[in-house]
């Protein structure tokens, strides 16, 4: 062989090596390698590619970072119009969708009494374009555009992950000659936040909405700035194939696509008639907020392609497809009144009270506001009509103001310069975009927060003890510190609102429950900045008694695994306050107990061993799990090696697994896990 040959065929190797472990990422969402052997193979191609720039095809995984940039994008023709789909809203449409279907469907000789099969998905809310494969590569990629012509968008689309510059061949090797297949471009939820987070921490664009940054970055003439975007695309639909027969159905003709290298949508589900279509409607429905993308509705199909081609189009629409839309997550309503809240630990958060509006079937008339920044970003005033989001699970967000739609008298809003519960100076520290109430637990806000915290279930654990009790408790001056709790009297309860003397009585005895708690949770309670469960959970297993922690310095607290700069700072300002060390001493006064654990490092159980834990774990937070395997001692190392004594492998795993595999290292899951932390630690008890 020439080295010529043997150069072709490493490039070769290489480029369908990337290929297919692209394949396994975007679509089949099952990596097998890690990411560092990814990049090392792809720096491997470019650096012989640019030793041989005549050898670069155009289908090489190295073309995907984004070529140079367009004056202007090209107006393409499409071969195929691109249409858009009728409009459903409720069963009187969907059943009206069915009814006129069957009847036309009858009147082009469709066997009487066969039901109709309908093939549904989601309406995935992104943009739609259209690409074009020869002999199995990318060789175009358009827009929408008016439905008639679009945009040449071909460079920006090789730059998204989930498009294939190569398809795989269908079975025996066949590879169509022509396709041109449909989908929608879009971003996830999470990868649209992280990259507005990211944009605000810069002070560059931030968009309201994952469609919009979908569209923003389809749009870049410079191809780089869109392979910087987290897009993602998915197919739905298989306009044409030649050189292979096309599946008979729209279903089949998705597992076609998916074979030849594109993501399909994971909700696709093939239904019968009306009842089915209205079920498949709801169930996406109720799915909607736990999905990672946002949806608008659901796109409904006949799913035989023979019957969709015998009923055609109508206008601008097929007549053998519609979608059924759900409520808007985005709606139109008046910034009535911003309200300044004080949280636990002091941040003076600004809160949005609007007129009431539906959004995405719920009544929004609050949203939070963030910070100052956000509404100097957002430019917002009171008064202002504002569109306000709300998608999954987060809070409803203002994400822009109709500045068209200003009214004459708007009214800035201004950052309060004392805290609007107990008057003491707001502070904003340097660097930090949330401004403090410096009144500490002298402020009554901060107060109720602190104690809903310390009575909370991972905390003391006080059953009985609410929200509203406690607002009650601190607003009558009954209760200043968490010490105070432990001193109410039956009188002191009895007295408020919703407590009959039995409900007294348990809260009582619940109190005196709580009091016997572990140090851990104890840690927690106190609610110091940044000390959530983990970490309490970390120091107490370090320290094992409490005064050890107290009189901690920064070097000791340093030392600690979980510990970093900030947290350690936090720690020691709390120690520092005499407030907090009176109280500390009044709630052991007050019989505040737990088993102290004097122990030294070297006893315990695991001490000497390397974990590794890879994949999700459904129970616990990887850092939980972490945690209490370095409380037992462990190291928890990133990767796998010889030295590994044990890799935790949850839901997913993938080159780690392999790997421990491959070495011979123990490999449990998360159950075999749960069971020896918890035998492990009541053995330390
Ligand atoms: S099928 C001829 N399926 O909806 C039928 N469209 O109004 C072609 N869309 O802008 C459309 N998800 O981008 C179809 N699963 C899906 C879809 C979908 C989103 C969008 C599409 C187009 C609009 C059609």
Not at 405 to 420: G, L, N
Request: net charge negative; hydrophobic share 40%.
């Amino acid at each position: 062989m020439t080295s010529v040959d043997s150069l072709s065929a490493r490039l070769a190797f290489l480029r369908q090596t990337l290929h297919a472990h692209n394949y396994r990422y975007h679509v089949l969402d099952a990596p097998d390698i890690p990411d560092a052997e990814y990049d090392r193979l792809f720096a491997e191609l470019k650096a012989l590619e640019a030793q041989h720039p005549e050898l670069i095809t155009a289908d090489s995984p190295t073309q995907r970072v984004g070529g140079a940039p367009l004056k202007s994008f090209a107006e393409i023709t499409h071969r195929h119009p691109m249409l858009s789909l009728g409009n459903l809203f409720d069963e009187a449409g969907l059943q009206a969708f069915v009814t006129r279907m069957e009847k036309e469907l009858a009147d082009l000789g469709y066997p009487q009494g066969e039901p109709l099969q309908f093939c549904c998905e989601p309406k995935l809310d992104g943009l739609a374009v259209s690409l074009i494969y020869e002999q199995g590569v990318l060789v175009q990629g358009v827009t929408r555009g008016d439905g008639q012509k679009g945009e040449g968008i071909t460079e920006n689309l090789k730059t998204v992950g989930s498009i294939p510059l190569r398809l795989n061949p269908l079975p025996d090797q066949v590879m169509p000659t022509r396709l041109e297949v449909r989908g929608e471009v879009y971003m996830t939820r999470s990868a649209f936040e992280t990259m507005n987070q990211r944009a605000r921490d810069e002070g560059s664009k931030v968009f309201a909405n994952p469609r919009n940054a979908a569209a923003g970055s389809l749009r870049q003439l410079d191809p780089k700035i869109t392979a910087t975007r987290p897009l993602m695309f998915t197919a739905y639909q298989l306009v044409e194939m030649e050189g292979v027969p096309v599946a008979a159905t729209h279903d089949q003709a998705m597992q076609q696509l998916k074979q030849l290298g594109f993501r399909i949508s994971e909700e696709i589900a093939c239904v019968t008639g009306y009842a089915g279509l209205k079920h498949y409607c709801d169930q996406l429905l109720q799915k909607r907020d736990g999905l990672p993308y946002d949806i608008d509705g659901a796109v409904l199909k006949l799913n035989d392609r023979r019957w969709q081609a015998e009923l055609g189009f109508r206008a601008r629409e097929p007549r053998w497809a519609t979608a059924f839309k759900y409520p808007a997550q985005e709606a139109m309503t008046q910034l009535l009144d911003v309200e300044f809240q004080v949280g636990r630990t002091g941040a003076v958060t600004p809160v949005a009270r609007l007129e009431p509006v539906a959004v995405s079937g719920v009544t929004v008339s609050n949203a939070t506001l963030h910070n100052m920044d956000e509404v100097a970003r957002l430019g917002v005033e009171i008064g202002d009509w504002v569109i306000l989001r709300r998608a999954g699970d987060v809070i409803p967000q203002i994400v822009q103001v109709v500045m068209s739609k200003r009214p004459a008298t708007t009214q800035m809003i201004k950052a309060p310069s004392h805290c609007p519960v107990c008057q003491s100076l707001v502070e904003r520290a340097e660097g930090e975009a949330v401004l403090r109430c410096s009144g500490g637990l002298y402020c009554a806000a901060q107060r109720k927060e602190a104690l809903k915290h310390f009575a909370s279930r991972k905390a003391m654990d006080i059953e009985g003890l609410g929200d509203k009790l406690i607002d009650q408790l601190v607003e009558r001056d009954l209760v200043h510190t968490p010490a105070d709790l432990y001193r109410l009297t039956f009188d002191d309860l009895v007295g408020l609102e919703r407590m009959g003397p039995k409900s007294a009585e348990n809260l009582l005895q619940a109190l005196e429950k709580s009091k016997q708690t572990q140090l851990a949770r104890f840690i927690y309670a106190l609610g110091i900045r940044e000390v959530g469960e983990a970490t309490a959970a970390s120091l107490a297993q370090y320290f094992g008694h409490f005064q050890a922690l107290r009189e901690a310095d920064e070097t000791t607290l340093r030392g600690i695994d979980d510990i970093g700069p900030v947290v350690a700072q936090h720690l020691l300002s709390f120690f520092a306050e005499p407030h907090n060390l009176e109280t500390l001493d009044d709630l052991i006064q007050q019989g505040v107990h737990w088993p102290e654990v004097h122990r030294r490092r070297e006893d315990l159980p695991l001490v000497g061993q390397t974990w590794v834990l890879t994949g999700s774990l459904e129970s616990l937070t990887r850092d939980q799990a972490k945690a209490r395997l370095e409380a037992l001692g462990a190291k928890v190392a990133g990767s796998v090696s010889k030295k590994t004594t044990c890799l935790v492998a949850g839901s997913a795993a993938g080159s780690k697994l392999t790997k421990a595999e491959s070495l011979g290292v123990e490999v449990i899951d998360e159950a075999a896990l749960l069971a020896q932390l918890a035998a492990l630690e009541t053995a330390q008890t």
